[in-house]
């Protein structure tokens, strides 16, 4: 599928709106089932970024599955609004009051990257 090649080469995570105009053959339906589709099956992750979109990057390799263990930090660049998929920056441990489990983290991160500094 042509859409997680585009997810792949990249390491930017990318709103449905960029993929479809990246496909200008594929409709809208068809581009959301196939997102959600690899979405269960733990192949791409979702991020909402600083502006309320959701967007969505490949998953790391050792993804477990559709919980998305990956606990690694998202990008939002002020400048260019490119939405960076941090794998190697991890999380630390967040400690949580007694009581408290989690079962998911998301940091995102808004600032400027490498290329907008
Ligand atoms: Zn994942
Ligand atoms: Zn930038
Ligand atoms: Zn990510």
Do not use: W
């Amino acid at each position: 599928m042509k859409v997680l090649d585009e997810l792949s080469k990249t390491h930017l995570a990318l709103s449905q709106s960029e993929l479809e105009s990246t496909f200008r053959k594929v409709d809208r339906i068809t581009l959301y089932r196939a997102l959600r589709d690899f979405e269960e099956a733990g192949i791409v992750h979702k991020i909402v970024d600083m502006n309320g979109t959701t967007r969505f990057a490949i998953c790391s390799d050792d993804c477990p599955d559709a919980t998305h263990n990956e606990e690694h930090v998202h990008f939002n660049c002020q400048r260019c609004h490119k939405m960076f998929c941090l794998q190697h920056t991890h999380i630390p441990d967040i400690q949580l009051p007694p009581g408290f489990t989690h079962s998911g983290i998301n940091v995102l991160v808004q600032g400027v990257c490498n290329k907008c500094s």
